[in-house]
């Protein structure tokens, strides 16, 4: 089997609670008073983007201060809001049990990440976790890719992209890496077929097969 790279928030892990709220709490520290926020176009861009959106109706442009006011409250216990998708667990070692070598490439903080998937019991199935980093550094999901094959080696015809936005199957041809959407995240199916995506994976449980057959 190939291997798999994964997209965290919307693919792995429902993130929506956490992120919600510690965008709540960033606007409030900026001396904003939060409007009712709904996760579509606040999870899957990167943060800065995110921040920028939220900002725009007060005519706001501290997008970076904003930026680390959200990456504190989440630290802080956000994070840990976060749930595995039902079925997920079982989805992943099945990739691993057909021969799939697995890793995630996600636009989250790498230390967000890989502490998520260690308090979700989930860290053992990767071989790598790859996020942004403080500075600027891989904030894109093209870059985030290419980070991921350029330090295992990883040859792009051999490996499946996996998410459940434009930004993942984006970043995965951006690579020239094939690309699934998957319909249990935060974008549409619409999305993912404007985005060009190589198929589309309805739940958890077909993963496997849909990755040996791309």
């Known amino acids: 089997m190939r291997t ?17 709220s510690s965008c709540r709490a960033a606007l409030r520290a900026l001396g904003h008073e939060p409007p ?30 904003a930026a680390e006011a959200y990456r504190a409250d989440y630290g802080a216990g956000g994070l840990l809001l976060s749930t595995a998708y039902a079925g997920m667990p079982a989805a992943l070692a099945a990739l691993r049990e057909g021969g799939a070598t697995l890793y995630v490439a996600t636009s989250k903080r790498t230390v967000f990440a ?16 790859h996020g942004s980093e403080p500075g600027g550094a891989m904030d894109e999901k093209p870059e985030i890719v290419a980070h991921a094959l350029a330090t295992h080696g990883l040859a792009p015809e051999g490996c499946v992209m996996v998410g459940d936005r434009r930004y993942d199957i984006s970043g995965g041809h951006a690579n020239r890496v094939r690309a699934l ?7 549409t199916r619409e999305e993912l077929e404007m985005a060009g995506a190589d198929g589309i994976v309805e739940n958890p449980a077909d993963l496997a097969a849909s990755c040996q057959r791309v």
């Open 114 to 129: 890989r502490r998520i998937l260690e308090h979700l019991g989930l860290a053992g199935f990767f071989a790598g976790i």
């Open 4 to 20: 798999i790279l994964l997209d965290l928030d919307g693919t792995i892990i429902d993130s929506q609670q956490g992120i919600l």
């Open 36 to 65: 009712e926020l709904a996760p579509k176009g606040l999870i899957g861009p990167p943060i800065e983007d995110v921040m920028r959106l939220l900002l725009r109706p007060f005519g706001d442009d501290r997008v970076q201060e």
């Open 181 to 187: 959407g998957v319909l249990w995240g935060y974008g």
